[in-house]
């Protein structure tokens, strides 16, 4: 059980465009979703949580006009890189937990801007 | 800042037990051991987590010492797949940002045949 499906898996696409990363719970329902980003041989660093129906709450130093989280729904979030660069070219990781749950996670989108 | 210390990496022999230790000498008293295990190129997996008495699950056991400053992350048979990294995360129950998950640099565990 505690299912995250996170879509794409992989993405490649041109400076300058915008990206958007899909997060789905598929057996419980998520109220508190999370996005994480992960950069080569270094750990998993905490982007932005976000409850269902409330605007997402971001770490220190991440851009919210950049980095667009969506969580309408206790099943779905999204993520949506916009005008992204080579810079913003990561691994990026969803989690999700419901009511005195664990926290599970999706197996990431690795994501690489040309 | 993670609040736990853990070896930077380990080996293991395949089909033997993998003790992974954790320090978290500040933990406060409602705060949860949380294991999650990261395979290369994959999200993390949760393993297992405890307050303070141990746990037992299909995957691992986890002790936690009397005085809750440190545990232990047992795989009992370990196979190649078990091959990954073990983070160690304090985590509080209670809302807000105390309840996020802050990852470490963990364990990197190496199981050889």
Same mark, same amino acid.
């Given at each position: 059980?505690? +299912?995250?499906?996170?879509?794409?898996?992989?993405?490649?696409?041109?400076?300058?465009?915008? +990206?958007?990363? =899909?997060?789905?719970?598929?057996?419980?329902?998520?109220? &508190?979703?999370?996005?994480?980003?992960?950069?080569?041989?270094?750990?998993?660093?905490?982007?932005? &949580?976000?409850? =269902?129906?409330?605007?997402? &709450?971001? =770490?220190?130093? +991440? =851009?919210?006009?950049? /980095?667009?989280?969506?969580?309408?729904?206790?099943?779905?979030?999204?993520?949506?890189? &916009?005008?992204?660069?080579?810079?913003?070219?990561?691994?990026?990781?969803?989690?999700?937990?419901?009511?005195?749950?664990?926290?599970? /996670?999706?197996?990431?989108?690795?994501?690489?801007?040309? | 800042?993670?609040?736990?210390?853990?070896?930077?990496?380990?080996? $293991?022999?395949?089909?033997?037990?993998?003790?992974?230790? $954790?320090?978290?000498?500040?933990?406060?008293?409602?705060?949860?051991?949380?294991?999650?295990?990261? %395979?290369?190129?994959?999200?993390?997996?949760?393993?297992?987590?405890?307050? !303070?008495? @141990?746990?037992? @699950?299909?995957?691992?056991?986890?002790? %936690?010492?009397?005085?809750? !400053?440190?545990?232990?992350?047992?795989?009992?048979?370990?196979?190649?797949?078990?091959?990954?990294?073990?983070? $160690?995360?304090?985590?509080? @129950?209670?809302?807000?940002?105390?309840? @996020?998950?802050?990852?470490? !640099?963990?364990?990197?565990?190496?199981?050889?045949?």
């Amino acid at each position: 059980g505690a +299912v995250v499906s996170q879509h794409p898996s992989w993405v490649i696409c041109k400076s300058g465009t915008s +990206v958007k990363i =899909e997060c789905r719970s598929l057996d419980f329902q998520a109220t &508190t979703m999370f996005w994480y980003r992960q950069f080569p041989k270094q750990s998993l660093m905490l982007m932005a &949580t976000s409850n =269902e129906g409330s605007k997402a &709450t971001y =770490e220190q130093g +991440v =851009e919210k006009d950049k /980095f667009l989280i969506n969580h309408a729904s206790l099943t779905l979030s999204t993520l949506t890189v &916009t005008s992204a660069h080579p810079e913003d070219s990561s691994f990026y990781i969803c989690g999700g937990r419901g009511s005195n749950q664990p926290q599970h /996670f999706g197996d990431g989108t690795r994501l690489s801007i040309l | 800042d993670a609040k736990t210390t853990q070896p930077t990496s380990m080996d $293991c022999a395949e089909g033997r037990a993998a003790n992974l230790p $954790c320090n978290h000498s500040t933990i406060s008293g409602n705060e949860y051991v949380y294991w999650y295990r990261q %395979i290369h190129s994959q999200g993390p997996q949760y393993i297992i987590h405890g307050l !303070k008495n @141990n746990e037992t @699950n299909e995957m691992a056991s986890l002790i %936690i010492t009397e005085d809750r !400053k440190s545990s232990t992350l047992i795989l009992p048979h370990a196979t190649l797949r078990d091959t990954a990294v073990y983070y $160690c995360i304090v985590r509080s @129950n209670y809302g807000g940002s105390q309840g @996020n998950l802050i990852f470490g !640099k963990g364990t990197k565990l190496s199981v050889k045949p």
